[in-house]
C-alpha cells in the first residue's frame, strides 16, 4: 500500500487550501482513512479521519468548522479541504491508512496506521 499526498504551500492567514492524497493497493473496505500534522519541534497530531464503516469523520477541536475531510471511493483518494488557515495550522500533513477496521476510539491514534504519505507542507503567514 503507498499513499502519495500533495497540494501543500504557502497560504496567507484567512486563505484555503485543498490537500490529496492517492492510496494505491489494497486495505480493505472498512479501513479508515485519517490526517496528521506535525509542526517543528512538536509531535504529530492527529487532525481528521474518517471511519469508511459509517461514513462518520471525526476532527480536532481546533479545524473543526474550518477543515472538511472527504473521500472519493471510485478514485481511491481522500482529501482534506482546510479553510480559514490560521499560523497555528503551518505544519507537515499527512494522510494515513491501515489494513481493516479500528473502534472508533482508536482513529485519533498515529500508532494504529500503518500506512503513511511522504508528508505535505503547509505554511500559513500572518
Known amino acids: 500500500v503507498q499513499l502519495q499526498a500533495s497540494g501543500g504551500g504557502l497560504v496567507q492567514t484567512g486563505g484555503s487550501l485543498r490537500l490529496s492524497c492517492a492510496v494505491s493497493?489494497?486495505?480493505?473496505?472498512?479501513?479508515?482513512l485519517a490526517w496528521f500534522r506535525q509542526a517543528p519541534e512538536k509531535e504529530r497530531e492527529f487532525v481528521a479521519g474518517?471511519?469508511?464503516?459509517?461514513?462518520?469523520?471525526y476532527y480536532t477541536d481546533s479545524v473543526k468548522g474550518r477543515f472538511t475531510a472527504s473521500r472519493d471511493k471510485t478514485k481511491n483518494t481522500m482529501s482534506l479541504q482546510m479553510n480559514n488557515l490560521k499560523p497555528e495550522d503551518t505544519a507537515v500533513y499527512y494522510c494515513?491508512?491501515?489494513?481493516?477496521?479500528?473502534?472508533?476510539?482508536?482513529?485519533?491514534?498515529?500508532?494504529?496506521?500503518?500506512?503513511w504519505g511522504q508528508g505535505t507542507l503547509v505554511t500559513v503567514s500572518s
Open positions: 493497493g489494497r486495505t480493505g473496505s472498512s479501513a479508515p
Open positions: 494515513a491508512t491501515r489494513n481493516g477496521r479500528i473502534v472508533t476510539s482508536s482513529i485519533s491514534r498515529p500508532g494504529v496506521y500503518a500506512y
Open positions: 474518517i471511519d469508511t464503516w459509517n461514513g462518520a469523520t
